[in-house]
């Protein structure tokens, strides 16, 4: 408990300090970027790492998982992620959003079996999709500085301070504060969520690879496709949808 205290004491102090940072608006067309060298280079290692390391196993995953089955997955995990967005619906005084995010979540975990099955849909309910980051922009605060993180890709400093606390509001991860043997299963799942989402994107990097410069392709993409959700013109979280955006580069 001491280790998950100092842990989360830690995440509020960098969270605090990007937070000073992300007063500064800038346009995706012309993107804050201040440590452009350091991004470009977690941006190669990101690269690196989804082709010898994300796009294999995701591979592997894709050959192995009937398209059912990676559905279920998908769905599971898509629910999971529901009171992020029901706290921030509420948060941004978005009581649509709210209900729908709310009555998708209780219409999907026991009809839908935890989840498995994407009922809600089924039943024309609206699939909304908000975070910190979108909470954060709604009440006036600026991206801050264009970021690239190792593994997770894209961001900026106002989303960077949006994952601490979207952490906090996704159920898997207390698991272990059930019992510490849990710890294992939260891994399990999360080394099985990302291969589910990377198996969604397989081919993505042949999209990057016909760019003349894949660095500020991504960079943009990344903070138009942003602007969207802001803007609630990104609706869906499908796997096929072009609002997605693939995680890595």
């Known amino acids: 408990m001491q280790t998950r205290f100092i842990g989360v004491t ?60 990676q559905s279920s997955i998908g769905n599971f ?23 729908e995010s709310l009555g998708r979540f209780m219409i999907n975990t026991v009809a839908g079996v935890g989840g498995l099955f994407d009922v809600a849909s089924k039943v024309g309910v609206p699939d909304p ?14 991206r801050g500085p264009y970021l690239v993180l190792p593994v997770f890709g894209p961001s900026d400093g106002r989303d960077f301070v949006g994952r601490v606390g979207d952490h906090w509001l996704y159920p898997i991860t207390y698991l272990d504060w059930v019992d510490s043997d849990y710890q294992y299963i939260e891994y399990g799942l999360g080394v099985l969520y990302a291969a589910n ?24 993409y990344y903070l138009k496709w942003r602007d969207k959700q802001i803007n609630n013109e990104a609706d869906t979280r499908g796997a096929n949808d072009d609002n997605q955006m693939p995680t890595g580069g």
Request: include cysteine; hydrophobic fraction near 40%.
């Open 10 to 69: 830690a995440s509020l102090l960098v969270a605090g300090t990007l937070l000073l940072s992300g007063c500064v608006h800038s346009p995706p067309d012309k993107p804050w970027d201040p440590i452009e060298p350091a991004n470009r280079a977690v941006f190669k290692f990101n690269r690196k790492a989804d082709q010898y390391v994300l796009k294999p196993v995701a591979k592997g995953y894709d050959t192995v998982t009937p398209d059912p089955v």
């Open 77 to 99: 995990f898509a629910n999971a992620h529901e009171p992020v967005t029901i706290v921030n619906s509420a948060l941004q005084l978005n009581f649509k959003r709210f209900n």
């Open 129 to 142: 999709d908000e975070d910190f980051g979108q909470t954060f922009a709604v009440w006036g605060l600026g």
């Open 197 to 220: 989402k990377r198996a969604e994107y397989l081919g993505y990097e042949q999209l990057l690879a016909h760019q003349f410069d894949p660095y500020i392709f991504m960079r943009g």
